[in-house]
């Protein structure tokens, strides 16, 4: 019991957060738009694809259709919320814009998503941008990776 009215105050203060959320960016709290943020602001989830969050939605028993998905992350992403990838080889990935700057590192091989920042790129791009008579605007990063031998697993 005690524990089941905590869940639910830890849930509620979840959805607190992205009624605010959605509010600051000027959207109307929608169920599908709460779910879909809530989704996003899951423990571990960083890259999801539309269908990774349909399925998502599924698991939690909810009625939330691929075309609905499709349309809340256009909204999401033009109001800032989310920013969306398009990785060769695969479908869109979308991911919270948590206004941190990362590169990205596509495992060719089981579509994983893994992200890095390098100082050291960092520096050096400006440093090239600055040698063509340039300051950066805006860069985006992807390495196209497999496992190394040895590193694969079956
Ligand atoms: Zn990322």
């Given at each position: 019991?005690?524990?089941?009215?905590?869940?639910?105050?830890?849930?509620?203060?979840?959805?607190?957060?992205?009624?605010?959320?959605?509010?600051?960016?000027?959207?109307?709290?929608?169920h599908?738009?709460?779910?879909?943020?809530?989704?996003?602001?899951?423990e571990?989830?960083?890259?999801?694809?539309?269908?990774?969050?349909?399925?998502?939605?599924?698991?939690?028993?909810?009625?939330?259709?691929?075309?609905?998905?499709?349309?809340?992350?256009?909204?999401?992403?033009?109001?800032?919320?989310?920013?969306?990838?398009?990785?060769?080889?695969?479908?869109?990935?979308?991911?919270?814009?948590?206004?941190?700057?990362?590169?990205?590192?596509?495992?060719?091989?089981?579509?994983?998503?893994?992200?890095?920042?390098?100082?050291?790129?960092?520096?050096?791009?400006?440093?090239?941008?600055?040698?063509?008579?340039?300051?950066?605007?805006?860069?985006?990063?992807?390495l196209?990776?497999?496992?190394?031998?040895?590193?694969?697993?079956?």
């Open positions: 019991m005690i524990h089941y009215r905590l869940g639910n105050a830890v849930r509620e203060v979840a959805m607190d957060q992205e009624t605010n959320e959605l509010r600051r960016v000027g959207l109307k709290v929608t599908p738009r709460m779910r879909i943020l809530q989704i996003f602001d899951e571990g989830v960083r890259h999801l694809t539309a269908e990774d969050v349909y399925r998502k939605l599924l698991a939690h028993h909810e009625d939330i259709g691929l075309a609905t998905v499709y349309r809340v992350l256009t909204q999401f992403e033009a109001a800032g919320i989310i920013v969306k990838h398009n990785f060769e080889g695969g479908q869109a990935v979308y991911e919270l814009d948590r206004g941190k700057h990362h590169d990205h590192m596509i495992d060719v091989d089981s579509g994983k998503v893994i992200e890095f920042v390098s100082e050291e790129i960092e520096r050096l791009q400006h440093e090239i941008a600055a040698r063509h008579g340039y300051v950066i605007e805006d860069h985006s990063l992807v196209y990776v497999r496992p190394k031998h040895g590193n694969r697993k079956p």
